[in-house]
């Protein structure tokens, strides 16, 4: 099964380049893709 997620991410002051974002996508593990957001290790839609 697969889910479709939206994501807000919140700033990072350590980390400039991260700002207030929504991002959107799916997934058939949405814990393992929350996981692998908040690392930064992914891909993303960004909704402005």
Same mark, same amino acid.
């Given at each position: 099964m697969y889910y479709t997620y939206i994501l807000w991410s919140e700033p990072v002051p350590q980390q400039? &380049?991260?700002?207030?974002? #929504? #991002?959107? &996508?799916s997934?058939?593990?949405p814990e393992d893709r929350l996981i692998r957001h908040n690392?930064?290790?992914v891909n993303f839609t960004q909704i402005n």
């Open positions: 400039p &380049g991260k700002l207030k974002k #929504y #991002y959107v &996508g997934t058939s593990n690392r930064g290790k």
